[in-house]
């Protein structure tokens, strides 16, 4: 269920553009829903549909997700950086890191590495998408992940950059396929599935590449004899993506052409993922599945 009226999507942006503007004052539920000129309940209300956040739970996560770049782009004091980003102190500052992303602030910079790191935009700057991807837009999170191996069948496609794409009919036909197989070997897939795009290998002018339905290699028995694809070490945003599958696309052209230029990161030739878990049921407006892009962060790249 999404905000119904423009005037409500309107005032909800409102607030988020306030929010994102003054992250190192005082952001209480009270005073936004003043601002908001809605009862502290309908603010709550409003803005978890229009977001899928409570009110504090955003500015908790944008406070953090500043605090997590600050940590790796700069070498300034943790309590400098606590107070810049609206903690009252180091302390309520350190146990509130720990809960979001497992570590201290300090384990997290020896790390160098961005992890569960929350990156929402100002709609000041950049409209979220419109009608129900819009819930999307708002959870981009920053994930790196070490190399890994998975087990599946590929098959070329051509994607979305293409001038005659295939990539609607071709992967769910490499999906069956790969459903077949295991049938065939009487086995069954219920955890984690991943598809992996290797836009690494696109080849002009149709812009294709291998497509991979896979499983972790982890979970996969040895009889199944499935081939085995190597993933790189990347770095990636990952995009929620809510309700039937058909509304991807439209949700990756958003976040290529409005979210990435504005960023500060920039998108890289890799390989993609798309996450499925139990979450993901077909054709449901409460489906959920996540894609990954490979990114790097504008300052950290040659000449960047």
Known sequence: MQPHSNEQLARVERVLSYIHGNLQEPLTVASLAARSRWSRWQLQRTFALATGFSV????????????????????QRQLDIALSCGFDNEISFNRCFRQVFGCAPGVYRRRGQRSNLLVSTNPARLRPPPGPLAKGSFHIRIETLPSFWVAGVSDTVCGLDSPNPDFATRVPAIWRRLDQHLLGRSLRHGGVQLGVLVVADASAPEYSFPYWAALPADSVPEHAALPFLQVPAQTYAVLPHFGPIEGLAALLQWFIDCW?????????????????????????????????????????APNG
Do not use: F, K
């Open 56 to 75: 504090a739970s955003y500015v908790r996560r944008l406070r953090l997700g500043r605090a997590a770049e600050l940590l790796l782009c700069t070498d």
């Open 260 to 300: 990435l230029p504005q960023s500060g990161y920039r998108g890289l030739s890799g390989h993609d993922l798309e996450r499925y878990d139990a979450r993901y049921v077909p054709g449901s407006v409460n489906s959920y599945m996540e894609y990954w892009v490979p990114i790097e962060s504008a300052a950290d």
